[in-house]
């Protein structure tokens, strides 16, 4: 479902759930707008520039664009990008990540891999770029680059993509304020919709802010990223911005040869980290980790949320523990483009699956602002990986200032 449908669906206050899809292109337009309001001054007239934007330039719009090519011919062999699956995560009290299996599908083809890959990629380009040599393809490659590494991180930040369990969930049917639904659908979309409706008003307004306000676009979740940004961003994780932003360094005989960087991101006047670009570690056997970019590292925490809540028990007994269907989709998202749209005028009769719209399971998530908390993780990495690609900290006297809220 494309967003506008959403907000029809959330403005007319209705009783309909919306079915998104895909960290449904909500949650990843509000990991996109939350890094935007992080970047360093002189990195959205680059981005713009290779998104080839000619109005009002936002990062949100592109945000789920590869969800929707997907299913294209020529962008089929995208599809495994979106998600790593660990084997041996199951049953819950072991969740290793990756066990001895290892991961499924191919080597190299998950989305861990791909936010490195897409780095890499973006890296190379502002290399032939600051001299001069870009040709139009490198243009053009980049632009595909930098939409699936917004993309890639907002997807690694839902939990459901780093599992192998049940195709990442989608194979599970529950019921959600007894509507049938999937596990996978519920984290992509249901629970994020539901607490758009049931935002504290105080948030429908404009925030004294204009670092916040300006990055808003008129949507209906604007009163969302609002309270995200005031009582996660500059509230329960202020202090702990920094440190989701570190990788474990390990002294080795290659770090000796790196140097070290260091700055002052955009970020509300805060610093948020500082990159060590060097040698690569093996997290998780993937060779996706060094010091400065550690997706691996990064993920194995959300990836234990799957344990710790994200698959509630009761499914691991009877009488829900036989409920399992094989969905079409191989462990996505289901895709914006085949799925087809979900909605209910009239509540359903009694389903036989595990209603999850209780306090023990959605309201607990909604109390401890995990998705929130999701979605701030992505935002703030996010901005962090595209001011180290594009900032231009040597040229900008601005990276001096402080800016103060
Ligand atoms: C990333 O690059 C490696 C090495 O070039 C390659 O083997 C792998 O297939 C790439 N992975 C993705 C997700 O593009
Ligand atoms: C909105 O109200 C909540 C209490 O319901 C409060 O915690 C929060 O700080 C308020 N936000 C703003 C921006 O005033
Ligand atoms: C889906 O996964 C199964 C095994 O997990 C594999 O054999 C099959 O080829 C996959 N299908 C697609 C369309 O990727
Ligand atoms: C920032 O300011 C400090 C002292 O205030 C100075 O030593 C440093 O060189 C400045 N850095 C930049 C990048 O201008």
């Keep these: 479902m494309r967003f506008s449908q959403v907000s029809l669906i959330l403005a007319a206050g ?5 079915y998104v899809s895909a960290w449904g292109a909500v949650g990843h337009e509000v990991v996109a707008t939350v890094a935007q309001m992080h970047l360093h001054p002189s990195v959205m007239p680059i981005l713009c520039d290779i998104l080839n934007y000619k109005g009002n330039c936002h990062l949100a719009p592109v945000a789920a664009w590869a ?3 997907r299913g294209l011919p020529q962008y089929r062999w995208t599809a495994p990008l979106h998600y790593i699956g660990a084997t041996d995560d199951y049953p819950s009290e072991t969740c290793a990540f990756p066990g001895e299996k290892g991961w499924e599908g191919r080597r190299n083809i998950n989305v861990l891999s791909a936010i490195r890959n897409t780095t890499g990629v973006l890296e190379d380009y502002m290399d032939l ?10 243009d053009d490659a980049a632009q595909v680059a930098l939409k699936f590494l917004i993309h890639f991180v907002g997807d690694m930040h839902m939990p459901l993509h780093l599992t192998g369990r049940d195709k990442g969930g989608n194979g599970i049917k529950v019921s959600f304020d007894s509507r049938v639904t999937n596990l996978h659908s519920l984290w992509d979309g249901l629970l994020i919709a539901k607490r758009i409706r049931t935002i504290p008003s105080n948030y429908t307004r404009p925030l004294p802010l204009p670092e916040v306000e300006t990055h808003l676009r008129g949507t ?24 989701w932003l570190t990788c474990p360094a390990e002294p080795s005989v290659q770090s000796l040869q790196t140097h070290w960087e260091q700055w002052l991101s955009w970020t509300f006047g805060r610093r948020i980290g500082s990159w060590l670009m060097g040698s690569r570690l093996t997290g998780g056997g993937l060779n996706t980790d060094d010091e400065t970019l550690c997706p691996y590292h990064w993920a194995t925490p959300i990836h234990a949320l799957n344990c710790q809540i994200v698959f509630p028990k009761a499914l691991d007994e009877p009488p829900y523990n036989r409920v399992s269907f094989s969905g079409t989709d191989n462990h996505t998202c289901s895709s914006s483009n085949n799925t087809p749209e979900v909605h209910w005028t009239s509540r359903p009769r009694k389903n036989p699956y595990l209603e999850l719209d209780t306090p023990e399971y959605s309201g607990a998530i909604q109390d401890a602002w995990i998705v929130e908390k999701l979605m701030s993780q992505g935002g703030i990495r996010l901005a962090a990986i595209l001011n180290w690609l594009f900032a231009d900290m040597e040229g900008s006297i601005l990276s001096n200032r402080t800016w103060r809220l």
């Design 220 to 243: 209906i979740y604007d009163p969302y990223i609002r309270r995200i940004v005031w009582e996660g961003i500059m509230g329960k994780y202020e202090d702990e911005l920094d440190s």
């Design 67 to 69: 969800d929707k090519v």
């Design 14 to 18: 209705s009783t309909i759930i919306p």
């Design 129 to 138: 770029r600051k001299a001069g040599l870009t040709t139009e393809s490198d």
